[in-house]
């Protein structure tokens, strides 16, 4: 069977040595409760609940195919719902939401660590939680007072659950032609009518009601993006007193049966003049679902993080337990009848590139938190605008950057099983399965790379890039010269740079370049961004004798050796420019051949 | 539905144009009654088979679940059994098999061509015949003449067919330690007894019989792989008169739940005291036995081929008829609310390395193919001796590097398709699936790329990638300097005989160092391999005039900007040597972190 024990030593390592967070959470006014014994604590509690109580639910869910669909109603896997009741009796459903409203007002920077080993454990059941918890941001910092104080409290109770709808058929990335329709009422509800596709938690039998924030368009909204509206449209209507009203016009038409993640609940809804509440104004739908989007693609990016740790304990072990062949430099073990594969470089070529993912990932994700820490709790405005920039600026990496290196992390602990890594009840094929849905949804990483490179970069003239290569410039301007990546991280700032004016000049004269070259953008980015982590890790690391740390300055000079040199291609890519690309004709691609 | 249209006109180019066949035909004594137009005959059958009839058994066989196992007996996939009685009626199982013994004696220059379209459309399928076409080749080369009469002619009607049972619970990669045991009896068969696992097609309902080739240790054999024998255990034990007589001592006691290929059978066998038959002397078996293992491991690259096709088409069309979005240099189709998906770059992108990807890839396996045929057929001692050291060289890359290319290629294939390509009906997920394991049986990749960077490159210092880059830059200079990819050719061809002499060097002090720089030596090899295939399409294309030829020249050009890349990543990689490979000590990549 599987195997998962939570990484809290390198958790803490992370929290504590490389972002200080102690002294970030006692310097920050409204996070000055916390400290970093609570946040072990914290940690630990999650540790124990991931391990012990879904991580066999993960293997049991997809063994028995899933969630069921009959006649409307979806059935969760078995123990699930016993499951999402302790989650959310242990006030894991609310641990970043807002005191107010029942949540329990922890920072980003402790919670994407928690939500870790939940990816790691059961991804699943994850989504379940995290839709809800999406809703309940979106709620938070869009709907109004009388809005708020009815849904949300019920969200992080668990007694209620939220969705996202945006998808249709015909309209994925695209959510200018989306059709679905909000006809207004007299008393200021809409009927809100169309089919959404692809809706995480549309339905299931975990909570008494589902929240549905749905994506629509009123009779004289104007076309495109511009014209979206967004509603909240429950399950069961709420009565004044807060009781659970009629049933709404709305319900699962079906559910996908999909690759992996088949606990989870991918639904078709229909909404049939179903009623809905306008969320904000009218016409500002996209804006606020964006609030609930961004909040979805930092997640995915810890779903990477959290399988490709998964999949390197469990290969690390099989390796170590695995007796094949006998070392190049002699027997190892010649009380047995061989070797332990570790002994071959290419298996561990395989691990340490998994390895060395997962420390850098998960430094990048604490970082990213820190960042929207800032933006949520600082009252230096200054700050505040500096840490939304940055939020912009990674957003894609999280979510894109992560999820790719995650798949391949995933793929090569696979491989360290030979055979066995293709057979079901090793676990390792389901994590794949389960992982590759991560590249996909919320915007694929083709669309967070074209993001990336447009809105993000080229749209601001370099400005978001230029500020965050500032900073890592004079953070590796600050380091031990002996630190073999501090001259690594200089030279990626310097490639980094001159690359990113390089696309902003050929943008300027040729509209199709900077789509055909965005994804080697996004990897150039994420690689500046993991050296940068790792140049962080080497320096919390440097002075302190234990092999623990002492092992992290290795793995950092293996990731300079080793990962890094993928640069050197995607540059020579982005150079390579886009007329190669664009230069077929359209059916050159169907025809016959 | 997925689709499928075998490739007939780029198969013909590159038989025809490319390699010549006709002429090579002509010119090879025991080819010379084969000529272009049977061959496209044998194609145009094959593609019409694979459509109309194993293309659709492919999705049903996956969704109901794949063989089916009951108390020892194999149930496959509704349909197979009459798609394989069709099959073996059509001569397809000894389409290159000895004609002496009910083959057709076709050359593997078109055998591979035929397998591909196989491979695209039921993967598992393919495992049933590929089996029995590798047993009768090992059995042709090893076994004794009554051997031959008694097996052969049976496997080419498909009355029967054949397995390699290599792998034990407890011995893989390292067959040194296979338990399995064969005990002389006085009429001179052996007693097997043992358990084999990962046995495809151990048992089915597809044929009368099942002939196992089986690896196994005589009492008093030397240790390791010096003493591993090979025997044909036939499940049923055969007459004199070649009908069936009593039931074999042997049995399927499970089959493996995969990842994918759920349609084939991988059965768990075991042997005991099964009667068994010597093939060729005792001890010599591994020999034997890598007659059929090379075999396999060219048709693992041709399942990487025919995936990635696969997964191609359906991209393809899916992109086109998928509207999304609008150009980033104006509207290109105002009629309609969207444009195609085609016009942006980031699928083109994707779309362009696939194809790129399975044009190099067929052009390679014919290639090899060819070079296999020289061996079999030619009387030129010379032109058989460098064939077969070329066909040493080329099948790890045959194996890995292809499959490493078709599932980098079918994903980004998935992609394409956003969130409809994680959703079973498409299609691609399965696809994925099915080829995953190509990078994983008969030796995984990273034991392929130990095979040609050890036994092929270091132990002839370096001879046999001489040659080859030799042959390469005779072929480039021989070519039109107006090409580009005759300069891209040459500094390839320049850049690995320098990574090779830097192996060859460092390998002589470090030991552990060709292990650990494995893989990146054998995508450099591979990527040498593609640029060459291109510059053979691009001098095979150039002439002529219509879009069919000129689009491969633009293709080849975008190899070069947009593949060709990742050699730069390869080479600093090898630079950076073993050390921080092998550094940290065992117990490093379990410790609780």
């Not at 337990?321 to 010649?334: E, F, H």
């Not at 605008?385 to 696979?414: C, F, G």
């Amino acid at each position: 069977m599987p195997i998962y024990n939570a990484p809290l030593k390198d958790m803490e390592f992370i929290l504590n040595d490389v972002f200080k967070a102690d002294e970030f959470w006692q310097n920050t006014e409204n996070l000055a409760h916390l400290d970093m014994a609570t946040a072990n604590a914290i940690l630990e509690e999650m540790a124990k609940f991931s391990k012990n109580v879904i991580l066999d639910l993960n293997r049991s869910a997809d063994e028995e195919g899933g969630a069921q669909f009959n006649q409307g109603v979806v059935t969760t896997p078995k123990g699930f719902k016993e499951a999402f009741q302790q989650f959310a009796d242990g006030g894991w459903i609310g641990l970043g939401a807002n005191e107010a409203f029942g949540g329990q007002g922890m920072p980003k920077m402790l919670t994407v660590l928690a939500d870790e080993m939940i990816w790691s454990t059961n991804p699943s059941f994850m989504l379940y939680p995290l839709l809800t918890v999406g809703a309940g941001m979106a709620i938070d910092q869009a709907a109004s007072e009388e809005q708020k104080a009815t849904y949300l409290p019920k969200f992080y109770t668990g007694e209620w659950s939220g969705t996202m709808c945006l998808t249709e058929p015909h309209s994925g990335t695209d959510l200018g032609i989306i059709k679905t329709k909000a006809e207004p009422n007299a008393d200021g509800s809409y009927n809100i009518t169309g089919t959404k596709i692809f809706i995480t938690s549309g339905e299931h039998d975990l909570c008494e009601n589902i929240i549905h924030l749905v994506l629509a368009k009123t009779p004289d909204a104007p076309a495109g993006s511009r014209g979206i509206s967004l509603f909240i449209v429950p399950k069961f209507l709420v009565n004044e007193d807060g009781s659970l009203g009629e049933r709404n016009t709305l319900g699962a038409g079906s559910i996908e049966h999909k690759m992996g993640i088949k606990g989870s609940a991918t639904c078709v809804m229909n909404f049939d003049a179903a009623k809905g509440f306008l969320v904000g104004k009218e016409n500002q739908g996209l804006a606020a679902m964006f609030i609930m989007m961004n909040y979805e693609r930092l997640s995915m990016g810890i779903q990477g993080i959290g399988a490709s740790e998964y999949a390197y304990q469990n290969a690390a072990q099989y390796a170590t337990d695995r007796l094949q062949g006998r070392s190049a430099t002699g027997v190892k073990s010649p009380e047995k009848p061989a070797d332990s594969i570790l002994v071959h470089g290419d298996v561990r070529r395989m691990l340490l590139n998994v390895r060395a993912n997962n420390e850098a990932s998960r430094a990048f994700a604490v970082y990213v938190g820190q960042q929207l820490d800032i933006t949520k709790f600082s009252n230096d405005a200054e700050a505040v605008r500096k840490a939304n920039d940055r939020v912009a600026l990674l957003t894609p990496i999280a979510k894109a950057y992560l999820t790719d290196k995650a798949l391949d992390s995933a793929l090569e602990a696979q491989m360290c099983f030979g055979g066995h890594g293709y057979i079901r009840e090793w676990g390792m094929e389901q994590c794949i399965r389960d992982l590759r849905i991560s590249q996909i949804y919320e915007g694929t990483n083709g669309v967070q790379a074209i993001d990336l490179i447009g809105r993000k970069t080229i749209k601001s003239n370099g400005a978001f890039i230029a500020e965050y290569i500032a900073e890592i410039r004079e953070f590796a301007a600050s380091m031990n010269d002996a630190l073999s990546i501090k001259a690594a991280t200089l030279d990626v700032c310097h490639q980094v740079e001159a690359l990113t004016q390089f696309i902003i000049k050929q943008a300027k004269s040729n509209p199709d370049f900077s789509n055909a070259v965005a994804v080697d953008y996004l990897h150039a980015v994420g690689l500046l961004s993991f050296t940068y982590m790792f140049a962080r890790i080497a320096q919390a690391a440097q002075a302190k004798p234990e092999s623990f740390y002492q092992n992290k300055l290795v793995l950092a000079q293996y990731y300079v050796a080793k990962v890094l040199p993928d640069l050197a291609a995607r540059v020579q890519r982005i150079q390579a420019g886009a007329e190669l690309v664009m230069q077929l004709p359209e059916d050159y691609f169907t025809a016959q051949a």
